[in-house]
């Protein structure tokens, strides 16, 4: 499996000890067949030791980001990836479930399962609620505080034997988490998140850091930069998993669960069965995806 990449020097987790390798000549030549961070690879032993990469495994997953409206600049940023494992705290930085839904909204149009991690709970008492509309929706949910510990074995079985991406507002807790639980650990995620809020464009790949036993942690950059991510109009609503136990019972089949009569989705809600600020993050999520869609359309007065 490649753990990262820097120019053209792969490193590679290979039976239970990291090599180098280079990529062999022909796989260079074709642009289709980009080496991922995450790819599991077949290498060759040259006779000098050293190590080529001559061919690509089929890959479960690839995490892209692209830019808001546009359907071309998409760029690669990890393959194989299981889970994104949204990261929020309780405070300081409070709580903001429109935040937390735009991590689990990249990481469902990406197609890859989600899980979600209230921390901080020691400087809350209310902690649990918090956690609630994710478990409704169905996502594992852990509760977590460094100091106290807390659920910290819980984080630990989420995380362990498959690849899994941490992401979330900067300053939640992430880095902490993972040093807690795998002491050595060494990832960028402060310096990286200090250069985002100064705007600057940050060209840094993704780096796979091995988890436990079977476990890998992607550090990566590209994910953080939340508000780059665009998504169609159209692919909204499936960025809401949850929603598709109901929309069935829609009354009208192209209903956008705005003020439609008859919307299963807004009963769900009148039920309790699905979370207000879910609904709320999904309209405003479809009006904004509509915008970037139209740009020409966007302070146009008549
Ligand atoms: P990241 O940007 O998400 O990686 O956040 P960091 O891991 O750098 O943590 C940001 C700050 O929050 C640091 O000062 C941590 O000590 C603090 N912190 C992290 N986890 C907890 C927690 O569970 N409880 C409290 N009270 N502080 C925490
Ligand atoms: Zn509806």
Known sequence: MVLSKTGGRYRIFCQGTVLEASLRGRLKQSAG??????DEVVLHRLSDGTSTIERVGPRRSVLKRRSPGRTRGVRHIAANVDRVVVVGSARHPMWDASLIDRFTVVAAANGLPVAVVVNKCDLVVEWDVLGRPYEK???PVVYTSVPNRQGMEDLRRLLENQASVLSGPTGV??????NALQP????RTAAVSKRARSGRHTTVS??????????????SPGLRDIGLWGLEPREVAAAFPEFAQWTADCRFDNCRHLQEPGCAIVEAVTRGDLATSRLESYRQMLSEAQQAARPWARGKTR
Do not use: C, N, P, T
């Not at 067949?33 to 995450?38: C, E, K, N, R, W």
């Not at 993704?206 to 550090?219: L, P, S």
């Open 173 to 178: 807790g992430k880095s902490s988490l993972l």
């Open 33 to 38: 067949s980009q080496v991922l961070v995450g």
């Open 137 to 139: 929706a169905g996502y």
């Open 206 to 219: 993704a780096e796979m850091h091995r988890f436990g036993q079977g476990g890998f942690v992607v550090d």
């Open 184 to 187: 050595g650990l060494r990832l």
